[in-house]
């Protein structure tokens, strides 16, 4: 995320905190897909990612009246509620992922061929299962990393952890994810 995207978000925040209720659904059209397609691989099943984006924004309009920048960007601060609110959602749960991100399957585009569909559904799988080898930390790290997109920096902010951390659970995760590629390959 470039500084004009952060200062932009600081600008539309401010708005929403003076009342401003377009300046709320800009927020939310902003950070909508993301943060679904975070919900999304967590959970796994699209009703329940909707249910939770749909929770996240009424949690970000509750808590926008208290929120000051501190240098973390916008982002990051619903990340991080998004974070909670995934941990929240498990702990219901009796304490067990009902869908963790294992089972998450992408959902095929209707113009898609079908072959692209089924090559699709087998990167899916592969990467799932793959992802199943991390531990949680390091798994945090891949989803934001590389299926949210945020950057390292971001990524930090999320999880509370330093910049060094996260590098390094991301280049573990990857060297894990790489040797159970390899293995599969054979």
Known sequence: MDKHEVE????????????DVEAV?????????????????????R???????????????????????????FRAWLFRIAYNLTMDHFRVANGKELAPLEQARTVAQPEQSPVRQVEQQMTSETLLETL?????????????RFLVGLSLQE???V?????????????????????TLAQVEL
């Open 25 to 45: 659904g800009s927020l939310f059209d902003k950070h909508y897909r993301s943060m679904f397609r975070y919900f999304y691989a967590r959970v796994g099943q």
């Open 159 to 179: 999880m509370e952890r330093t910049l060094s951390a996260v590098k390094a659970m991301q280049h573990r995760g990857l060297k894990t994810m790489r040797a």
């Open 132 to 144: 199943e080898t991390l531990v949680p930390d390091q798994r945090q790290v891949i989803i934001l």
């Open 155 to 157: 990524t930090a902010d």
């Open 47 to 73: 009703q329940q990612a909707e249910d939770l984006a749909g929770e996240l924004f009424t949690r970000m309009v509750h808590h926008l009246p208290s929120f000051q920048p501190t240098g973390v960007p």
């Open 8 to 19: 932009n978000d600081l600008r539309l925040v401010e708005q929403a905190q003076s009342g």
